[in-house]
DNA sequence: GATGCTGTCGGAATCGGTTCCGGTCCGGGA
DNA sequence: TCCCGGACCGGAACCGATTCCGACAGCATC
């Protein structure tokens, strides 16, 4: 009633557990093709599954991946199912770390059990994270903002997404910008730049801490007609707040969001989002671990994603939209 | 420049490795205290890390929980999170496996790398996940609608949950209740059992899948007084809609909302949620589990914790809450 | 003084794969 | 006919820990 080994599966197929190995491990060398059809065979028939721990033993590779992650998971989520969906196909897991506590970074410093790291916005600079033996492990980092000491950094496309935000809201013939945002960085930087570009005077910009209400001083400020925030929720406060003054969304003011879209269009009115591809960011930093991992490829240091505009109503009247669609 | 083995820390300290073993091993039975002291500081020395991949190897024990989430992970994060912090302070980690994919379910049956497995909300039956090994695994299940076969079920409070919110709607003098759920199960089913007791007639019950806006059928149908929604999302909406026509909330209708309380308490009015102890559960999932694993206690089938009820301003006006506090 | 017991420690087997090294067998070219 | 090379496969070392078993010392007991 124990489980079944490769020696198993080699003895049941009269072989000897190098040339059973060599069957499985699926790269058509050194072994016959009758032999190797036998073997997996008999292989299938025990149920023969190999042991990840014996594997990781020889190889020195866990065919594991951690993945450090804010306090707050909320809005990362979509990054978490790109990566772990990629990984899967690859072959690897996803082990979770959350950055809440000292010790976490402690230990993401001291010394990982896993092959490579996705780092999620952490907002701070971290020393290089090692593995088990001490080397550097390859990273791939999704925030803008870190400075990561050895360039093995994955910078996603955040100042891009301000400036697509921006682009769209000078599109619309809107010049009275504010932004709102839970603290400074590149998703500003971006929107700033896109105001500059189309010769806008410099938006009103308003950082509120996560549950504080810097809503009512946004709307109350002086006039605006374009507005950007930088999650949904800040957005739909914001909304709220316009019409409790008297103007509406979006004929006098023009809304946009950035997050992701699928909660957004359910508000009233439909969000419109500057929705970064978390996922196919996901997706790709997994892929560029495992490339590094495996291939020994350097993971490059400035890859970017489009993020996607999803128009909706919050920014745009209905009827210049139908325009629009002609 | 290899990395540090046990054999180096018991070479360096001039004994065996099966004493450095023992010693490190931290139980203090047969190896002396001054052998013990010395390996312990050469081994801090040298930076020793004990290899996980030949310790898995060598006990069967892996020190991975699985946690299976649904391909959507809202609401749950703080499961995640709560079971996270509790593994680690055990030694564990957490890897992630997504429910999207049939060939999730099928590894999930097939064999899983991992010593236990945490399953959230699957709202739907799966074999009983079986280990590497083709043991059944010890498992914790985050949901009360699931059976599953072999009574290793961890049941959470959603039913009390429900209960808890229609009680406190009925001490608010409501008594033309409503709920709006995204899919039937232990939530209403619990709302239901408390306006049984409280001998209300029997409320309204609509179902919206998620994304569809069945919100407005409930506030345009019968006139209600006190409202539950099984998510926050949902609760939004329908303080919305119950604007649109004219109810002020809370004084002609009082809203309570499932789900956790850091979100909600930013709307207008603020949420009144029923909080599921999402975290705690979490935790606790982890405790047994690892218990099941270590000392081979049987997962209990039916624990349940208690939802914690966050009264806010969308079900209590201000000056009867105030009145409450004297 | 021989025996038994307890407290420490070393030797060696073991977990389950991967891979190096070498051996056999066969066909083809000289 | 002899030799060489390649295809195919077996033996055995090895990764790094844990743990069983036995050895040995020291001490008490008879």
Same mark, same amino acid.
């Not at 040339?19 to 016959?32: E, I, K, M």
């Not at 996803?94 to 950055?99: P, T």
């Not at 402690?106 to 020393?127: C, F, H, M, N, V």
């Not at 809107?174 to 590149?186: H, K």
């Given at each position: 009633?124990?489980?079944?080994?490769?020696?198993?599966?080699?003895?049941?197929?009269?072989?000897?557990?190098?040339?059973?190995?060599?069957?499985?491990?699926?790269?058509?060398?050194?072994?016959?093709?009758?032999?190797?059809?036998?073997?997996?065979?008999?292989?299938?028939?025990? +149920?023969?599954?190999?042991?990840?721990?014996?594997?990781?033993?020889?190889? @020195?590779?866990?065919?594991?991946?951690?993945?450090?992650?804010?306090?707050?998971?909320?809005?990362?989520?979509?990054?978490?199912?790109?990566?772990?969906?990629?990984?899967?196909?690859?072959?690897? #897991?996803?082990?979770? #770390?959350? %950055?809440?506590?000292?010790?976490?970074?402690?230990?993401?410093?001291?010394?990982?059990?896993?092959?490579?790291? %996705?780092?999620?916005?952490?907002?701070?600079?971290?020393?290089?994270?090692?593995?088990?033996?001490?080397?550097?492990?390859?990273?791939?980092?999704?925030?803008?903002?870190?400075?990561? +000491?050895?360039?093995?950094?994955?910078?996603?496309?955040?100042?891009?997404?301000?400036?697509?935000?921006?682009?769209?809201?000078?599109?619309?013939?809107?010049?009275?910008?504010?932004?709102?945002?839970?603290?400074?960085?590149?998703?500003?930087? +971006?929107?700033?730049?896109?105001?500059?570009?189309?010769?806008?005077?410099?938006?009103?910009? #308003?950082?509120?801490?996560?549950?504080?209400?810097?809503?009512?001083?946004?709307?109350?400020?002086?006039?605006?007609?374009?507005?950007?925030?930088?999650?949904?929720?800040?957005?739909? #406060?914001?909304?709220? +707040?316009?019409?409790?003054? @008297?103007?509406?969304?979006?004929?006098?003011?023009?809304?946009?969001?950035?997050?992701?879209?699928?909660?957004?269009?359910?508000?009233?009115?439909?969000?419109?989002?500057?929705?970064?591809?978390?996922?196919?960011?996901?997706?790709?930093?997994?892929?560029?671990?495992?490339?590094?991992?495996?291939?020994?490829?350097?993971?490059?240091?400035?890859?970017?994603?489009?993020?996607?505009?999803?128009?909706?109503?919050?920014?745009?009247?209905?009827?210049?939209?139908?325009?629009?669609?002609?």
């Amino acid at each position: 009633m124990r489980r079944v080994s490769l020696a198993d599966v080699a003895k049941a197929a009269g072989v000897a557990k190098a040339t059973a190995s060599r069957a499985l491990s699926s790269r058509q060398q050194d072994v016959g093709a009758a032999t190797r059809a036998r073997i997996l065979e008999v292989a299938a028939d025990l +149920g023969y599954q190999p042991n990840r721990a014996a594997q990781s033993l020889r190889t @020195g590779r866990l065919r594991l991946l951690a993945v450090a992650v804010p306090a707050d998971l909320r809005g990362w989520e979509p990054i978490l199912a790109g990566a772990a969906g990629q990984a899967r196909r690859r072959g690897y #897991h996803l082990v979770l #770390h959350y %950055l809440d506590s000292a010790s976490e970074d402690e230990q993401l410093a001291e010394g990982l059990s896993a092959d490579g790291l %996705l780092l999620i916005a952490p907002g701070r600079t971290l020393r290089p994270p090692v593995g088990e033996d001490g080397v550097p492990l390859p990273t791939a980092v999704v925030d803008d903002t870190v400075e990561h +000491g050895d360039g093995a950094l994955l910078r996603t496309a955040l100042w891009q997404a301000g400036r697509t935000a921006g682009r769209h809201l000078a599109d619309q013939d809107r010049f009275r910008l504010a932004v709102l945002a839970e603290s400074s960085g590149p998703v500003v930087d +971006g929107f700033l730049a896109a105001c500059t570009d189309a010769g806008l005077s410099a938006p009103e910009v #308003h950082i509120s801490a996560p549950g504080e209400v810097a809503v009512e001083r946004v709307v109350t400020d002086a006039p605006v007609d374009g507005f950007f925030a930088t999650t949904p929720a800040l957005a739909a #406060h914001s909304v709220a +707040g316009f019409r409790r003054i @008297g103007l509406t969304v979006p004929e006098d003011v023009s809304v946009v969001a950035l997050g992701d879209g699928d909660l957004a269009q359910h508000f009233d009115p439909p969000l419109t989002v500057v929705s970064p591809p978390w996922q196919a960011l996901g997706a790709r930093a997994v892929d560029l671990l495992v490339d590094a991992i495996e291939d020994g490829a350097v993971v490059p240091a400035g890859l970017e994603l489009v993020a996607e505009l999803v128009v909706r109503g919050s920014s745009v009247p209905e009827r210049r939209r139908a325009v629009a669609r002609d």
